[in-house]
């Protein structure tokens, strides 16, 4: 069985940093591209980042674009999401999710992963 255990979150002011974890189990990363999403009140989950299955090609929405990275760690079985200079429309609920398939390069489509965390709050006050 496959879990992925988001954490990390918080309530942080504008310009400030935060840092996401997320941790798999019953899976190997190491094979598999990751990717982050995050859902604000009202709005569908939308893409964030992702890596593809070897994290050395990345992707990232531009609304996000250098200000955050994603990394991840094959031995602790972990993807991570730094977050910089954070803004009040960042907040949302954020989602890491495993692609479906082994060895493929990094999705922005919702319907690709086959499995979520159960997200982490981010609310950036103005």
């Known amino acids: 069985q496959v879990q992925l255990v988001e954490s990390g979150g918080g309530l942080v002011q504008a310009g400030e940093s935060l840092r996401l974890s997320c941790a798999a189990s019953?899976?190997?990363?190491?094979?598999?591209?990751m990717g982050w999403f995050r859902q604000a009140p009202g709005k569908e989950r939308a893409f964030v980042a992702a890596?593809?299955?070897?994290?050395?090609?990345?992707d990232y929405a531009d609304s996000v674009k250098g200000r955050f990275t994603i990394s991840r760690d094959n031995v602790k079985n972990t993807v991570d999401l730094q977050m910089n200079s954070l803004k009040p429309e960042d907040t949302a609920v954020y989602y890491c999710?495993?692609?479906?398939?082994?060895?493929?390069?990094?999705?922005?489509?919702?319907?690709?992963?086959?499995?979520w965390g159960q997200g982490t709050q981010v609310t950036v006050s103005s």
């Open positions: 999710g495993i692609v479906r398939g082994r060895y493929t390069f990094s999705k922005r489509d919702v319907a690709a992963y086959d499995y």
């Open positions: 019953g899976r190997t990363i190491s094979n598999y591209a």
């Open positions: 890596d593809n299955w070897a994290g050395t090609s990345t």
